[in-house]
Every structure is written in C-alpha cells, then in structure tokens.
C-alpha cells in the first residue's frame, strides 16, 4: 500500500529564517506529487506540482521553492520566512487520476 | 477557468438525519471528481472517487452522485453521527495529470 510522510508535523520559525519541509510516498514510482498550503479559515492554495525528477510547476509568486531530488521526495523551501508565510502545508500524490494527501504541517512564522 | 462551488459553507443537524451536501463545477470536461474529508488540524481524508463515465459511487453510510452535463455532486450521508462532523471538500480533475481543483468546503456540525 502507499504512504506518504511529511515532517516535522509542527514547526515555530521567526521571521526571515529559512524552511525546509520534506515529503516522502512509499510504495508508488513516478506519482505526481503536490504542496498546498491552508491559511486559518480559507481554503487550500495550490503552490507547487511536480509529474517527474526536477520538474516543478509554480502556482504562486511567492518566496518558497520547491525542489523533486528523487522521485518520491519533494522539498518545499525558502530562504527568508515571512509572517505571511504562516498556515498547514500539506503534501500529495496523485496516481491514475486520485489524489492522497499526507498529514501536513503546522508552520507558524512569529 | 474551472470553478469548483459548495453550498452551504456550514451545515449544522441533529444526529440520526439524513443530509445532502452539494457541489458545482462550471466546466462539464471533467476526468473525475472526489470527495475528501479533512477534521480540523488534520489532513485530507479521501471519502469517494467518481470517474466521469460513472454516476455514482457509495462507501458504507456515504454515496456519491455525479451529473457531468449539469455541472453538479452531492455526498449523501446516511443516518448521521457525531463523528461524521468534519469539512468536507469537493474537487474535480480536468485530465489525468492535471492539477485537482477544490470547492472551500462545507463545514458539518452533527449536534449529539
């Protein structure tokens, strides 16, 4: 069966610091992978999708990057955190057309 | 530009009843469309998956409807429990690798 982790589940940054946030799925090859990210009360932002090995699509301008080194692994970065930046950012997969999300973390930028 | 719309935003009932949540998509091209749970805190749960060649798909107390040519679902849930108060989120696929496409979500509330 397939699983996806993400880590860590929670994280407190202040602002300007850098992030790094890992995905990983077991037990698939080649998925499409996704982050998203769930401001307080608003619905879900698509911000990067990714259908293979350093291809990356950006959804929103914004200070983060994502990166797919391996073809179960997408990072979601940035150099300078903003307060804005705060929210749930959650991972995904998708395969044949159906989409699984991961457990998402909890990034609060004070 | 596919829209993907849910009506009513927040739903409150009282336990045993039967209820209908809803949702619209504006673009009838769909590949297929699902459904999700998510509690708060907590991420995305997938309920049911309806192919765009199918009209229905049911899973215990859960059935999900699709009519492509009018642009529209419903999640019908069967006898109604506390631990069925959750959002729940609509979202359609255009094509295979596309990227999914979410209503914001209905907000249940089943009072014990």
């Known amino acids: 069966s397939q699983t996806i982790h993400q880590w860590p589940a929670t994280l407190v940054q202040p602002v300007g610091s850098p992030l790094s946030l890992e995905c990983t799925v077991e037990?698939?090859?080649?998925?499409?992978l996704y982050w998203y990210r769930q401001a307080a009360g608003r619905g879900l932002q698509l911000l990067f999708y990714?259908?293979?090995?350093?291809?990356i699509s950006s959804e929103v301008p914004q200070n983060l990057s994502a990166s797919r080194p391996q073809d179960r692994q997408f990072i979601l970065s940035s150099k300078k955190l903003l307060l804005s930046d705060s929210g749930f950012y959650l991972c995904?997969?998708?395969?044949?057309?159906?989409?699984?999300f991961g457990p998402g973390t909890r990034l609060t930028v004070t | 530009k596919q829209e993907v719309t849910q009506i009513p935003a927040a739903l409150s009932v009282p336990e045993g009843e039967n209820l209908v949540l809803n949702c619209s998509f504006t673009?009838?091209?769909?590949?297929?469309l699902q459904w999700f749970r998510q509690d708060p805190g907590k991420g995305l749960t997938s309920l049911l998956l309806?192919?765009?060649?199918?009209r229905e798909q049911t899973s215990g107390r859960l059935n999900a409807s699709l009519d492509k040519s009018s642009g529209r679902s419903t999640l019908y849930i069967a006898a109604s429990q506390p631990g069925d108060s959750a959002t729940y989120l609509c979202?359609?696929?255009?094509?295979?690798?596309?990227?999914?496409?979410f209503g914001k979500g209905t907000r249940l509330h089943i009072l014990p």
């Open positions: 995904a997969w998708s395969w044949e057309g159906e989409q699984y």
């Open positions: 037990g698939t090859s080649n998925p499409n």
């Open positions: 990714s259908v293979g090995i350093g291809q």
């Open positions: 673009d009838s091209a769909i590949y297929n």
């Open positions: 309806i192919q765009s060649s199918q």
């Open positions: 979202a359609v696929l255009m094509n295979r690798d596309d990227k999914i496409i």
